[in-house]
Nanobody, 113 residues
């Protein structure tokens, strides 16, 4: 069974940086489309960034500030978040997409003004 465990969330001031990690077990990260979504109270999960064999993809609001990457040696996906804004406050979820989609438990990111 594939499991995803996120870490790296926390509280940061506007303009600061965080790096989220997503460790994958039970499968090889290279076999999946990896992605990050985020969710705020009362809203659905929204796409933030994705990576596959064709390249990387970002929602417009994070382009130039966030970078998604993967490390096949450690089976870990990352989301480097720079120049954070209060609007980035959310629970961030990692996903591994394939025939079945798998999700992590989420990690809270809070950006203070």
């Amino acid at each position: 069974q594939v499991q995803l465990v996120e870490s790296g969330g926390g509280l940061v001031q506007a303009g600061g940086s965080l790096r989220l990690s997503c460790h994958v077990s039970g499968g090889a990260i290279a076999d999946y489309r990896m992605g990050w979504y985020r969710q705020t109270p009362g809203e659905g999960r929204q796409f933030v960034a994705g990576i596959n064999k064709s390249g990387t993809y970002y929602t417009d609001s994070v382009k130039g500030r966030f970078t998604i990457s993967t490390d096949t040696a450690t089976n870990t996906a990352y989301l480097q978040m720079n120049n954070l804004e209060p609007e980035d406050t959310a629970v961030y979820y990692c996903t591994a997409g394939g025939i079945t989609d798998f999700w992590g438990q989420g990690t809270q990111v809070t950006v203070s003004a």
